[in-house]
């Protein structure tokens, strides 16, 4: 990872300013400004402004770059963003990171920070993906750690159930595979189905077997133990 600091001889141009497109002779990768407000001289609170900030974000994602913006939180409420609601309705997906009650919730500590409770890094308000979230404890002198949530429990469960189906059958299809976690886990359809969609390329791979109905034919991946 490169630092690209104002206190470099050459310091990085402002997304308002003629020199932008700098960004631009940079080789492909992922760009991260922190913050989205530091990164120019425009009134954060004006629609018009940063849809300029917006649209040249979006070129450097047209030739390439991943761009990841940070943006910060107002002090009345930790879930919302400063700045106009144009940088969430022109992002592909938001993440916010906010302390929650326990894994697996989305509710929010209202009061202060409390060090036996859990974070939750995740989508929120717009995501044009999948949508995902995972839980984390902070420790003051490690900094942040990933913990199981019940979702990563199914996957777990999926995998496990995937393995065994496929020891004594063959071409475990995306309906089988889906009725199985129904039955055993005791999921919906809908949950079961966004379930499969989440594990793939992580706990298992698929290929399109060619057909009446081109079904879906699923293997897991061998993990280590």
């Known amino acids: 990872m490169q630092l690209w600091h104002l206190t470099n001889e ?14 631009k002779m940079i080789e492909p990768g992922v760009l991260i400004f922190d913050s989205i407000r530091a990164s120019h001289h425009l009134d954060e609170n004006s629609s018009k402004d940063m849809t300029i900030i917006m649209s040249r ?17 107002t002090k009345a409420d930790p879930r919302m963003h400063r700045g106009s609601g144009a940088l969430i309705d022109q992002s592909d997906h938001v993440l916010g990171l906010t302390q929650v009650k326990a894994i697996g919730s989305d509710e929010n500590v209202e009061d202060n920070f409390d060090e036996d409770l859990p974070f939750r890094l995740g989508h929120i308000q717009k995501t044009r993906f999948i949508p995902y979230k995972m839980y984390l404890r902070f420790d003051p002198g490690k900094g942040f ?19 065994d189906y496929q020891r ?6 995306q309906r089988k ?3 199985i976690i129904m039955g055993e886990t005791g999921v919906g359809r ?5 379930l499969i969609k989440r594990g793939e390329n992580n706990f298992w791979t698929f290929f399109i077997k060619r057909g009446d109905k081109n079904q879906r034919i699923y293997s ?5 133990k």
Not at 57 to 73: A, N, P, Q, W
Not at 168 to 173: H, S, W, Y
Not at 190 to 194: T, V
Not at 220 to 224: A, T, V
């Open 177 to 179: 595979f889906t009725e």
């Open 57 to 73: 974000l979006k070129e450097l994602r047209s030739v390439g770059h991943t761009v990841i913006g940070i943006l910060h939180t």
């Open 220 to 224: 897991p991946i061998l993990r280590e």
């Open 168 to 173: 004594n059958n063959p071409d475990p299809t």
């Open 145 to 163: 750690s990933l913990t199981d949530s019940p979702e990563d429990g199914l996957l777990k469960a999926a995998y496990d159930l995937l393995v």
């Open 10 to 23: 050459f310091p990085p141009p402002r997304l308002d300013s003629e020199k932008w497109e700098a960004y």
């Open 190 to 194: 809908n949950r079961a189905l966004s």
